[in-house]
């Protein structure tokens, strides 16, 4: 499941890992000046949360979308037959 998961929201992820990689480099450039490290706050968190969020829903939608249509036939549930489980399929 969070191998599904990680796969197909993969987009969200990427503005954190851009607002992480833009947070350690102002940290870097003010530790070499000799000036307060900035916090996770200070920097675009919200906005950056904000279009993750955005990215995500719209990767649970266009998934949704994009889906094959499977439902052209009639669903056969699992059963047992000569003590065997006959797995369920549509037909």
Do not use: C, H
Request: hydrophobic fraction near 45%; proline fraction near 8%; aromatic fraction near 10%.
């Amino acid at each position: 499941m969070w191998k599904l998961l990680i796969l197909r929201l993969w987009p969200a992820f990427i503005p954190i890992l851009l607002y992480v990689l833009w947070l350690s480099y102002k940290r870097r450039r003010a530790n070499k000046a000799g000036e307060e490290k900035p916090g996770w706050g200070d920097g675009p968190l919200m906005s950056t949360l904000l279009v993750s969020l955005l990215l995500a829903i719209g990767s649970f939608l266009l998934l949704g979308l994009l889906q094959p249509d499977n439902r052209s036939g009639t669903y056969r549930p699992a059963d047992m037959y000569n003590g065997s489980l006959v797995p369920g399929d549509i037909q």
